[in-house]
Every structure is written in C-alpha cells, then in structure tokens.
C-alpha cells in the first residue's frame, strides 16, 4: 500500500511538472533533438516571453547559441539562468569550458599563421564567454603587442596577472608595462610580491635590478643581483648586469671583474667587449681599454660604435695617428651607410696603407669594394687580409 501511494505522489510530481512547462519549451526541446536549431530558438523566444523566471529556458538558450556559435547570446543567457538558479553553475561552467577552448584553440592558429586580426577576434570571444580565463587575455595582450596597439595589450596584460597573479611570466610582463607607463613603484612592487612568493626566476631578479638602477638605486639592485648569482653563477645576461650595475655605481673594477667573467664564457660576446673596454677607460686603464677593443673591432668590422671607442682609446692612450686613423674608419662605415662607397674606399686604402696589421680595417675596405663592385680593389683588399694576422 505504501508503495503504491509513493508512485502515485512520484507521478503526481511529474505531471505537475510538465503542466508548469510551457508547450514552447516543450517544443524546443524535440527540435534540438532534430537539430533545427531555428525553430527550436523560435520556440525558446516565445518560452522566455512566458517563462521569465524559467532556469531552464535560459540554460537551453545558451546551449543553443553556443551551438550556434552566437558566444555573446550564449553568454547573455546563461548568465540569466544563473541569476534565476544559482545551482546550474556546474553545467553552464563546462558549456562554456567548451566553447572557450574551441574558440581559444583559433586564435592561437591564427596567431601562428600571424593573422593577427583574426587571432583577436577569436581570442576576445574566448574571453568574453570566461572573463576569468588568464591565459586568454595573456594571449589576447600578445596579439595586441603584434598589432602595434600598446594600451589594448597594456589592459590585456593586466587583466591576465589580475586574475593569475602568482604567474611569473605574467608579473614580469606587468612589471615592464608599469615601467613603460612610468610607474617604478609599481613596477617594483610587482616584482618584489614575486620574489616574497618564492617564484622567482634569474629574469626576476634582472629585471628587478634594471628598475633599481633606472631609479638610482643601485646598491639595491646590487643585493638583488646577489641573489640571482646564487641561482645560476654562470649566466652570461646576469653577469652582464652586475657589470651595468657596478659601472653606475663607478665601482669601475668591479664593472671589469663582471664583463671579463663573460668573456671566460665567450670570448667574441659583442656587448661584453665593448663594456669591457669602456670599463677599462673609465677605470683609466688605457693600455688594457685598447686591447679589449682591438679585439671587439676585429671581431665585428662594420661596429661603428666599437671603432669609435678604439679611436678613443689610442687617443688618450697617446697613440694619436693612430687613434685618427681608427676614427676615419668610423667616418669611412658612415659613408658606407650613406652610399658613398667611393670615400669609403679612398679613405680606408689610406688607413691600411699605414696600420698593414689592422685586419678589421682590410675587411671593412673588403667590403665597400665588393659593394662597388671593384674587384681589383677587392681582391688586393682579400691579399691584405690574409697577410695582415701574420
């Protein structure tokens, strides 16, 4: 009997259930079941006029525009079903777990095709069906840096440390926007919470260094350097950064101490030779400021940067025509530049007519001939070359 009585209140339930829904909802459901969308979303307008305060109306709205690929109706229903029922969280949180990877999966083909346009349009629907979807807008702030529009990736990267702020790929990145907009503080700020968090990576603590120094505190950027060497002794940007920090301090040897560790690592590192040599200068070392950027010239021909601080070197190293014959290779490179090869060769047959050693020389007057399609001039250049080391 009792059995029976609860079957008969089971049934009742159900009936009371279906008399509440409304035909149109009824309706729609069978032709979602026949996949004829159109109707079945004709069906489920005319429920929601009827039933405002159905959940479920709104749930299957959302599914249907996500089918649909209508992101924004999507969003917009089921954001109203979870005002109306709190409960359906779960589902609607993996129907939109779905469409966002569907759509997030696009945007970074187009990116890897470099249709950027396109890779922003698939990846603002990522975010705009999960706002709290970090690595949609990390995406989102890239393509924007690919299109040139700073302050859409500025917010973009924001949003995405926002929502992911222990990320430390999304903290460095935030950092340098900070700094880019002029806030150092903050900059700071964000970096140091890193580094509170025990996350922190070689390129932390650099980065973190270079804002110190860019506020005139490098003693500070000194103790953080400290603690990056501790993680990775032998990296070469981090020895070049304890370099930069100590030359701004004008802790001159110290600067050559860092910058000569590189050349340990490296002995052809461009930038260490050049920072080496201006070391030495500063430190009044002339005669070792020579050598290093001897060999920095020697190793890259056409750097007129670094045939300028060899001219400067001899210069006030006492070695005077020499120290202007260096600078007329500078003047040389510029006419190179310029396209006026034919003041470019002339002045550089007369350089390596008086320093026959001077390789770097030979291979720069090389170069102008080829470009002017001398190859007399060329190849007595090549003969000069070959015969300049020995």
């Not at 069978?30 to 489920?44: F, I």
């Not at 969003?75 to 779960?90: G, H, P, Y």
């Not at 920072?275 to 010239?297: M, R």
Request: hydrophobic fraction near 40%; proline fraction near 2%; charged fraction near 30%.
């Amino acid at each position: 009997m009792r059995n029976k009585f609860a079957l008969i209140v089971m049934i009742a339930i159900a009936l009371a259930f279906l008399a509440c829904q409304s035909a149109e909802l009824t309706s729609a459901k069978v032709y979602v079941q026949q996949n004829d969308y159109s109707k079945a979303l004709e069906q489920l307008k005319i429920a929601e006029q009827k039933e405002p305060t159905n959940p479920e109306v709104f749930i299957m709205l959302g599914k249907l525009y996500a089918e649909m690929d209508s992101f924004a109706q999507m969003t917009r229903a089921f954001d109203r079903a979870l005002e109306l029922d709190s409960t359906e969280i779960k589902d609607i949180r993996a129907w939109r777990i779905d469409k966002r990877a569907d759509v997030f999966r696009k945007g970074q083909k187009s990116g890897e095709n470099q249709k950027w346009d396109e890779a922003i349009r698939h990846t603002e629907t990522a975010v705009m069906i999960d706002p709290s979807y970090a690595d949609g807008w990390s995406n989102l702030g890239f393509f924007y840096q690919k299109k040139g529009d700073k302050d859409k990736a500025r917010d973009a990267y924001y949003k995405a440390f926002e929502l992911d702020n222990t990320n430390v790929m999304l903290a460095k990145q935030a950092a340098v926007f900070k700094y880019n907009d002029g806030d150092l503080d903050g900059a700071i700020g964000i970096l140091n919470s890193v580094i509170e968090a025990g996350k922190p990576d070689v390129e932390t603590y650099t980065l973190l260094a270079n804002f110190y120094v860019a506020k005139g505190e490098a003693a500070k950027a000194d103790e953080v350097l400290d603690l990056a060497q501790a993680l990775d002794p032998n990296n070469a940007d981090l020895l070049f950064d304890r370099g930069v920090a100590k030359y701004s301090q004008k802790d001159y040897e110290g600067a050559i101490v860092y910058f000569g560790k590189i050349l340990e690592i490296n002995p052809t590192n461009r930038d260490a030779l050049y920072n080496l040599s201006l070391s030495q200068f500063s430190a009044g070392k002339y005669a070792d400021a020579i050598v290093t950027s001897e060999k920095l010239v020697k190793n890259n021909p056409q750097d007129k940067e670094g045939w300028d601080q060899y001219s400067l070197c001899l210069l006030r190293g006492e070695q005077v025509q020499k120290g202007k014959d260096a600078n007329l290779v500078v003047e040389s490179i510029g006419a190179m530049e310029a396209g006026d090869l034919d003041t470019a060769i002339k002045n550089l047959k007369g350089v390596t007519s008086k320093n026959k050693d001077w390789c770097a020389a030979w291979a720069v007057l090389k170069i102008a001939c080829d470009q002017k399609g001398d190859a007399e001039g060329s190849a007595a250049a090549q003969k000069g070359l070959d015969g300049c080391g020995k």
